[in-house]
């Protein structure tokens, strides 16, 4: 790896950490509280969307590391990706608040992935043995 690569990749971790603690902290003052309920482990009232926080903070990082190494990927493509996982982190949001359900959820995930294949990256083969 070049040092531009490795200058790249340092400032997008740093970024992303940066972006995801900053944002966990506020989600966990401020954001939405699951209550306990029967298909949940927790006893206590317990913060969530702290995959939104992850999500926007490692997303950051990518793209900033996109945008200053020299061998980083297609933009667009990286673009794209990301588009998908925002949207699976807003339904998951959407499930911590309405609960939505294992069938639509899967559905949702399904259609998410068969997109990523189609137009991001595609399984070409899998090395199931040596």
Do not use: W
Request: charged fraction near 10%.
């Amino acid at each position: 790896m070049s040092f531009s690569a490795a200058l790249a990749a340092t400032l997008g971790a740093a970024l992303a950490l940066l972006v995801a603690g900053a944002l966990t902290y506020g989600l966990v003052l401020s954001g939405p509280v699951d209550p306990p309920r029967a298909r949940n482990v927790h006893r206590r009232p317990t913060p969530t969307s702290g995959g939104l926080a992850i999500l926007a903070g490692t997303g950051a990082g990518l793209m900033l590391y996109a945008l200053l190494a020299p061998t980083a990927p297609e933009l667009r493509r990286l673009c794209f990706a990301l588009a998908l996982a925002a949207t699976l982190g807003f339904v998951g949001a959407v499930d911590d608040v309405l609960d939505l359900g294992a069938k639509p959820k899967l559905v949702i995930q399904a259609a998410l992935a068969l997109l990523f294949c189609g137009f991001v990256a595609r399984v070409e083969s899998l090395a199931l043995a040596p």
